[in-house]
């Protein structure tokens, strides 16, 4: 039979929500933490736990990532939920948050629960938001309300921004008043020419009009603006240019309601434009990657909170759909299992910030804005964690995702995810 019971020896413990810092032991027991602290194993009699000797790697809550894509229903040689789970797991990540964008668009309670259900049994945590509007067509408003009882962790059209303002305003407010998350892909079309790349030098070089940094800055503009006055909850996906992390800093320091959150992506903070002239389609993200002013902008906002949290945007595309001309191959990098080694690699490791914060930025805050119980390591809570060196290093040449899109394929980045407990099962 299974055992239920791990126990893991003689960890670095390290869950900064907690204030923990210390070595010892973690007891699991169906699903929970039953016992954290230095030296538990007197505890352990009459029990014959699987014993992970941890020693000289760090245990920390296992990573939230509230940005995915899995590709479930509609594109599933692109990455299913049970793929999907598996590069969360090998990841470091406990639980991910699925973007509505799937064929079709998770927009009614019937599919909401049917995918909730599909996904009930992986390796991981796996919620699903559901669409803001119909078909994600940004013209009708779903009934919120419904879809919140069916189980969707938040609201989205990511992939495509709402253009219709007044939509948004009513979507706020029905938020708002369900205490629902509502998250935004800030990105005007009429001020992209080819997306996936800045408008600027590398797009210029390579013949190309490209998506204009006001794209982004002028929606987030305006949802700042929206937020503030109906008194949502809201989440700026992937930001990509100072002047939004200027606009969320100034946004925030009005916000006395905790209304305003946003996200960064692995790829905005270690990557700029440069990467498409190295890596073409490989590097093609919506918004794109921009000018090293912008990388750094992001950064010093990872460092001052303006940011909140590190979200993957895993964004799993098949080789056809990148193998062609930059101009009409997919958007998107698949990032869950490189995204804990380029934080260490380009946050930690330059000394921008601390192993603590990096933790946070993955755990703990991304689960604070969406209310989820995970984050923390102490008696009583879920047995969601990662076990992790620093010492070691991945290449990343396998990968569970069935895609493999990255400009980091094949490249040996810092760190390591030994093990992930999800739910009190050792997954990875
Ligand atoms: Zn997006």
Redesign the pocket.
Known sequence: METNTIFIKKAHILSPADHLDLTGDILINDGRIEKIGENISADLSGKSPEVIDAEGYFASPGFVDV?SHFRDPGQTEKEDIHSGAAAAAAGGYTTVIC?ANTLPAIDSPELLKENLGNASQEAVHVLQCAAVTERRGGQILNDLYALKEAGAAGFTD??SPIMNEALVREAMIKAAEIGAVLSF?EEDPSLIGTPGVNDGGVSKALGLKGAKREAEIRMIERDLTLALDTGCRIDI??VSAKESVELIRSAKKKDTRNLIHAEVTPNHFSLTEDAVREYGPLAKI?PPLRTEKDRMALIDGLKDGTLDLIAT?HAPHTKADKNKEFKSCMSGITGLETAFSLGLKNLVLPGYIDLNKLIMLMSANPAAVYGLNAGHLKAGAPADIVIFSTEESTTYDIFRSRSDNTPFKGKTLPGRVIHTIAGGRKVY
Do not use: F, T
């Open positions: 940005h973007m990511d992939g892909h996906q992937h919506n945007d």
